[in-house]
């Protein structure tokens, strides 16, 4: 029995690690460890800690909001799923009827790198789409969905290699330095990522006048911050 525990015990000690192993943005690798743990305010899990809530699907299914049903058998999460062209090979590997979280670690053992990428960050953007229809009734579309998590995907990718091949490569400190325009002038910073693998670009402005205050900024897709981009243009 005690032999048998610690099988166990490693074995699920091996599976986290495979988490957080993932080249991934921390809040994506926390959404995978909450969802295994059955952490979320579901409606079957609001259910039985006392909430008065009807148990249906938030995107109006009737079956019962539990992980299994939301992430991989709603009509909605389907629809974000099969776009990545991996979804095949998920539900080949795929069991109903075992939990969430043993169904998780099955598909994530299953994958490559990019694959397990596009993973975490579909489950990610599927909660955040339920939480967006319960907080604010907005309501997306399953293509709009995963046009955000793959500029997400990209944009954070694009960042962390930009990061390490600062620290192999460092500047001196002058050519990092913004330099203001001429007087009753603007000054427009642009910078673009490309990523080969998702086939995805991004494309990220901001515009400041001859004090360098800010103007006006324009982005496509979700490059949640741009600050990484100046002084390297």
Not at 22 to 47: E, S, T
Not at 111 to 119: E, P
Not at 141 to 159: D, V
Not at 189 to 198: D, I, P, Q, R
Request: charge should be positive; proline fraction near 3%; aromatic fraction near 12%.
């Amino acid at each position: 029995m005690n032999h048998d525990l610690a099988a166990l015990q490693h074995r699920v000690l091996r599976n986290w690690n495979c988490v957080w192993k993932l080249k991934l943005p921390p809040k994506v690798k926390n959404i995978l460890w909450r969802a295994c743990h059955n952490y979320f305010p579901k409606r079957v899990w609001l259910q039985s800690k006392g909430v008065q809530c009807p148990d249906q699907c938030t995107m109006r299914e009737e079956s019962a909001e539990n992980s299994t049903h939301l992430f991989f058998m709603c009509s909605k999460s389907v629809l974000c799923w099969k776009p990545t062209r991996w979804w095949s090979l998920w539900m080949a590997v795929f069991d109903p009827a075992t939990s969430f979280l043993t169904n998780v670690f099955s598909i994530l053992q299953h994958m490559y790198q990019q694959q397990k990428q596009v993973f975490g960050v579909t489950l990610w953007s599927i909660w955040k789409h339920v939480n967006n229809k319960v907080w604010n009734n907005i309501i997306e579309s399953a293509k709009t969905i995963c046009e955000h998590e793959g500029s997400f995907l990209t944009s954070w990718m694009n960042a962390q290699h930009i990061r390490s091949h600062t620290t192999r490569h460092p500047t001196c400190q002058g050519d990092l330095q913004w330099h203001k325009p001429s007087s009753n002038r603007y000054k427009c910073n642009v910078n673009a990522s490309f990523s080969h693998s998702l086939n995805q670009v991004g494309l990220g402005m901001c515009i400041r006048d001859d004090d360098g205050h800010f103007v006006l900024d324009k982005t496509n897709g979700w490059f949640h911050s741009l600050t990484w981009t100046w002084g390297r243009l």
